[in-house]
Antibody, heavy 121, light 113 residues
Framework: EVQLLESGGGLVQPGGSLRVSCAAS????????MSWVRQAPGKGLEWVSG????????YHADSVKGRFTISRDNSKNTLYLQMNSLRAEDTAVFYC??????????????WGQGTLVTVSS | DIVMTQSPDSLAVSLGERATINCKSS????????????LAWYQKKSGQPPKLLIY???TRESGVPDRFSGSGSGTDFTLTISSLQAEDVAVYYC?????????FGQGTKVEIK
């Protein structure tokens, strides 16, 4: 059974940094691209960042480019999102999502339960 | 970026009746080399993560009830719930994956009338 467990969310001040993680199990992690998708309070879904199965290619939405970095450790079956220069508008539930292919983000067949990131002073 | 626009923003349907949600992309998401539409649909219930319903515009994900169906091509797509059940109350999102950034529609809230 595929399981994705996010962790690392919390309260951070504007301008601060936070790293969220996603521990994956139940599938061959390195064979699949992974993404982070967020949902701000009362808002819709927004794709944030994606990474190929090998980790060699990464993709970021313009709204986070230069501030967020996606990475993965295939030896630990773990996905990461390093978030710097956080803004109030980054407040959201961040979901880890498994892709169906290995190369670049397509659609997502499994999702974690999400971790809440709150940016506030 | 490709902009995805859903309509309506919300709809209320009686139990057992049909619900229809539309999704329009600002550019075609039909890839000519393989004749596939790079379009997925998700269901999101309050407090739960999204659930994949449909991919390639019309292929139902394993385990999804057959009352859910997807159609359309190019820039215009539809998700149909043929006979609304109480457990279908949720927000539904379309998403293109034609290229990065993959973008979602704004969501359509489905309620019981």
């Amino acid at each position: 059974e595929v399981q994705l467990l996010e962790s690392g969310g919390g309260l951070v001040q504007p301008g601060g940094s936070l790293r969220v993680s996603c521990a994956a199990s139940g599938f061959t992690f390195s064979n699949y691209a992974m993404s982070w998708v967020r949902q701000a309070p009362g808002k819709g879904l927004e794709w944030v960042s994606g990474i190929s199965g090998s980790g060699g290619s990464t993709y970021h939405a313009d709204s986070v480019k230069g501030r967020f970095t996606i990475s993965r450790d295939n030896s630990k079956n773990t996905l990461y999102l390093q978030m710097n220069s956080l803004r109030a508008e980054d407040t959201a539930v961040f979901y880890c999502a498994k892709d169906v292919y290995s190369d670049y983000p397509h659609y997502f067949d499994h999702w974690g339960q999400g971790t809440l990131v709150t940016v506030s002073s | 970026d490709i902009v995805m626009t859903q309509s309506p923003d919300s709809l209320a349907v009686s139990l057992g009746e049909r619900a229809t949600i539309n999704c329009k992309s600002s550019q075609s998401v039909l890839y000519s080399s393989n004749n596939k539409n790079y379009l997925a649909w998700y269901q999101k219930k309050s407090g739960q993560p999204p659930k994949l319903l449909i991919y390639w515009a019309s292929t139902r994900e394993s385990g999804v009830p057959d009352r859910f169906s997807g159609s359309g091509s190019g820039t215009d797509f539809t998700l149909t719930i043929s006979s609304l059940q109480a457990e279908d109350v949720a927000v539904y999102y379309c998403q293109h994956y034609y290229r990065t950034p993959q973008t979602f529609g704004q969501g359509t809230k489905v309620e019981i009338k």
